[in-house]
């Protein structure tokens, strides 16, 4: 089952974040170490709006995968939004979670007056994410070299857009 996460879910989306963050710390430009303070997690949740807003995927009542959606506020950014900390836990992948996760997110966005186009990325190290959301019809616009640097590592940020 997919739902908007609220307040409610708070502490199920720090543990699965944080596992995400873990898991996989070259897929993304947060940390574990940056912390996530449970207050602002809470509040930030509170002020979901269909234009800034998580997904979450349950199975048996447990959140199993996750993808945030944000929208550019500013007057000359607001055609464009973000999709940012897609992550489904290991033991559920290849299962099309994560398809359905995007597919609804993309769904819930299409008729928000005046978006038209929706942005992510990737690292240079996720191929397999990037055929994934090329598959969705997302395409590369740019790369920006040396984006992160994990353990010394130097990783490149792939951007990509999708049209809407």
Same mark, same amino acid.
């Given at each position: 089952? +997919? ?7 708070? @502490? *199920? ?20 170490? @940056? ?10 949740? =509170? =002020?979901?709006? *269909? *234009?800034?807003? +998580? ?6 009542? /447990? ?10 506020? /500013?007057?000359?950014?607001?055609? =464009? !939004? ?19 996760? #995007?597919?609804?997110?993309?769904? /819930?966005?299409?008729?928000? @007056? ?13 191929? @397999? ?9 997302? +395409? $590369?616009?740019?790369? &920006?070299?040396? !984006?992160? /640097?994990?353990?010394? $590592?130097?990783?490149? &940020?792939?951007? #990509?857009?999708?049209?809407?």
């Amino acid at each position: 089952m +997919i739902a908007v996460l609220n307040e409610n879910h708070a @502490d *199920e989306f720090i543990r699965l974040r944080l596992s995400g963050l873990r898991e996989s710390p070259l897929a993304f430009g947060a940390s574990p170490e @940056d912390g996530l303070d449970r207050g602002e997690v809470i509040e930030n949740l =509170k =002020k979901r709006s *269909e *234009e800034n807003f +998580i997904l979450g995927y349950f199975r048996d009542d /447990r959140l199993i995968g996750i993808v945030g959606f944000v929208r550019q506020k /500013r007057i000359k950014q607001k055609h =464009k !939004a973000f999709i940012w900390g897609m992550y489904v836990d290991p033991v559920f992948r290849g299962l099309g979670i994560g398809e359905k996760l #995007m597919l609804d997110i993309i769904q /819930r966005t299409k008729n928000l @007056d005046g978006l038209s186009k929706i942005v992510l990325s990737v690292t240079h190290l996720q191929q @397999d994410s990037k055929r994934f959301y090329q598959k969705l019809g997302f +395409i $590369q616009y740019a790369v &920006e070299k040396d !984006a992160l /640097r994990v353990s010394g $590592q130097k990783i490149d &940020e792939i951007f #990509m857009c999708m049209k809407i």
